[in-house]
């Protein structure tokens, strides 16, 4: 499957953005779904993760709280709605579809889209 992320952009600390990944190749429903981050410097790091109907989903502790993770499988679109941004939360952002859903530790990915950056100002 192939995955387009974008949304990315600069916000004030405080702030909302609305990152979607788009979907192709394969069938979108047969796939759980996830976002990832990697932060200069730092390793990839799991921030949600949603199941194939969406009945589901999981977060990092980090962004409980303040991250959405949603999708539409008509539109073979994942979302990730981000509120309450924090200057910690800068970071190249990726989507992916994941082997399986857990709700217990962050799930594999088998396939990466590209990242989108999101760059918080304090």
């Known amino acids: 499957v192939q995955l387009q992320a974008s949304g990315g952009g600069l916000v004030q600390a405080g702030g909302s953005l609305r990152l979607s990944c788009a979907a192709s190749?394969?069938?979108?429903?047969?796939?759980?779904m996830g976002w990832f981050r990697q932060a200069p410097g730092k390793e990839r790091e799991f921030v949600a993760a949603?199941?194939?109907?969406?009945?589901?989903?999981n977060y990092a502790d980090s962004v409980k709280g303040r991250f959405t993770i949603s999708r539409d499988n008509a539109k073979n679109t994942v979302y990730l709605q981000m509120n309450s941004l924090k200057p910690e939360d800068t970071a190249d952002y990726y989507c992916?579809?994941?082997?399986?859903?857990?709700?217990?530790?962050?799930?594999?990915?088998?396939?990466w889209g590209q990242g989108t950056l999101v760059t918080v100002s304090s």
């Open positions: 992916a579809a994941l082997r399986y859903y857990s709700d217990y530790d962050p799930p594999p990915a088998e396939y």
């Open positions: 190749g394969r069938t979108f429903s047969n796939y759980a």
């Open positions: 949603i199941r194939r109907t969406g009945g589901n989903t």
